[in-house]
């Protein structure tokens, strides 16, 4: 892609290179500004970059803008749902404008409200919704053309974490089916336990993307955050992990509590041979457990990284 947004003189984004296959739900994650939305709008064509190039399904998206949008949903953050009608007449009206009638109409949109879990409110009102059940409702009015590609800005913005849940699963349900589900949020931890795959943007960059499983590990840092846990007082322990060169950030909350926090840098093995020697000199390990990054711990050390570059 090389996709590059420009508004004046700010560089929204830059560089981009992106390529997500079939049946993948792939999350863009980063804080607001971070170039998410201008990123959106341009795979949905309804902008175009200030250079690049952009391919859904095959097709040249700036040559072809028409064939891919019979091919793809776009989900803005807080899309509009007109409060007078009823779920089923939403749907009815955009079914309409998509070509289906009849007893296809009606079918489809039964198949659509099945797949977000709201058949039972068909005949309900849409102001009557909460938040979660008007995004899956829109969620529902996005699948019934049937799209190749689905992307969703924010979806997950505002729920609450049963409709989080109720959500996830439905774009589970929909990436099975092998349709590509592209989505951004800034809820990051939320975000990795929807997605198979994520990219962490910022500042316009993407930079990093993949599984999450290897976006955590590429971007974690060298060292193993360790929490260790004893019987009876923290000084002996204390007085030999600061002897250690593979040991820092050391942390003891204070003098009655049991636990330890500190940095370890080194393979398993020096870890392993680290509890030999704490048991050997006599203390008494009750847990000895490593802390592992989240994606939002690795954002917010992109994020604050970044701050004191600024100041």
């Not at 040559?63 to 009815?92: I, Q, T």
């Not at 003098?255 to 048991?279: C, H, M, Y």
Request: hydrophobic share 40%; aromatic share 4%; net charge negative.
């Amino acid at each position: 892609m090389d996709l590059r947004v420009d508004y004046g003189e700010t560089n929204a984004v830059r560089d981009l290179n992106l390529e997500v296959p079939r049946g993948e739900v792939y999350g863009l994650v980063g804080p607001n500004g971070a170039g998410k939305t201008s990123t959106f709008k341009i795979l949905a064509t309804l902008m175009e970059p200030t250079y690049g190039e952009v391919e859904l399904c095959g097709i040249d998206a700036l040559l072809h803008p028409e064939e891919v949008r019979h091919r793809l949903a776009y989900m803005p953050d807080l899309a509009p749902v007109p409060s007078d009608l009823k779920c089923g007449e939403f749907l009815e009206m955009f079914a309409a404008a998509y070509g289906l009638q009849g007893v296809e109409k009606r079918d489809r949109i039964t198949e659509c409200l099945e797949a977000v879990n709201l058949v039972e409110k068909r005949k309900a009102f849409c102001r009557t919704l909460s938040r979660g059940m008007m995004q899956r409702l829109v969620l529902a009015k996005s699948l019934l053309h049937k799209p190749q590609v689905m992307i969703l800005d924010e979806p997950a913005s505002g729920l609450d974490p049963v409709a989080r849940s109720g959500l996830r699963k439905s774009l589970r349900k929909i990436a099975d089916d092998g349709r590509t589900v592209i989505i951004s949020s800034h809820i990051l931890s939320e975000l990795a336990d929807m997605c198979t795959s994520v990219g962490l943007m910022k500042k316009g960059e993407l930079v990093a993307s993949g599984p999450v499983a290897d976006v955590v590990s590429q971007m974690s840092r060298p060292h193993r955050q360790i929490e260790l846990r004893i019987i009876g007082s923290t000084e002996k322990t204390e007085a030999l992990l600061k002897k250690s060169d593979r040991v820092s950030n050391l942390i003891v909350k204070d003098q009655t509590s049991d636990l330890v926090e500190f940095d370890f840098e080194g393979n398993p093995e020096d870890q392993a041979d680290l509890i030999r020697e704490l048991v050997e000199s006599g203390c008494r390990i009750r847990s000895f457990e490593e802390r592992h990054s989240t994606i939002e711990d690795i954002f917010l050390e992109l994020s604050e990284a970044d701050h004191h570059h600024d100041e």
